[in-house]
């Protein structure tokens, strides 16, 4: 549900004129994807995500998404608009594909929940003392 008001939070970020407005709301952006495990359930997840935004740092950030976290921060502190623009393009392509990846993992689920009720109600009728 998040992702799907991140999503908007983007659009309108998209037109923002104001330079430190759109970096304010890049830090809210950033830190949710980035301490979520809804959008990326381990860091080598975020390894991929990082080098198509052209962001590379050395291993051992990696380790902690609170210190890569903190690293990304001070690079959306330094960088231009053009830089920022480019890295909400790869934020939200990020998003859709984890709202996408969300929303087949869910019906997924209710599918097997749905299958485990199916089979639930055909034990019953079939061993019922009524039948």
């Known amino acids: 549900m998040e992702n799907k008001v991140l999503m ?3 659009i309108n ?3 923002q004129n104001n330079s430190d407005i759109l970096r304010f709301d890049m830090y809210s952006v950033i830190t949710y994807m980035i301490l979520s ?3 990326f359930r ?3 997840e975020i390894i991929e995500f990082l080098e198509k935004i052209n962001l590379s740092f050395k291993p051992y950030v ?3 998404r609170t210190i890569l976290l903190g690293k990304i921060i001070r690079y959306i502190e330094v960088a231009d608009r053009e830089n920022l623009l480019k890295m909400l393009s790869g934020v939200r392509k990020q998003l859709e594909l984890s709202v996408d990846e969300n ?3 869910n019906v997924e689920l209710s599918k097997n929940k749905n299958n485990k009720g199916n089979y639930m109600s055909e034990l019953s009728k079939r061993y019922s003392r009524n039948g």
């Open 8 to 10: 908007k939070r983007i």
């Open 13 to 15: 970020m998209e037109i």
């Open 37 to 39: 495990k809804e959008v």
């Open 42 to 44: 381990n860091n080598k």
């Open 62 to 64: 990696f380790k902690s």
């Open 103 to 105: 929303e087949a993992h």
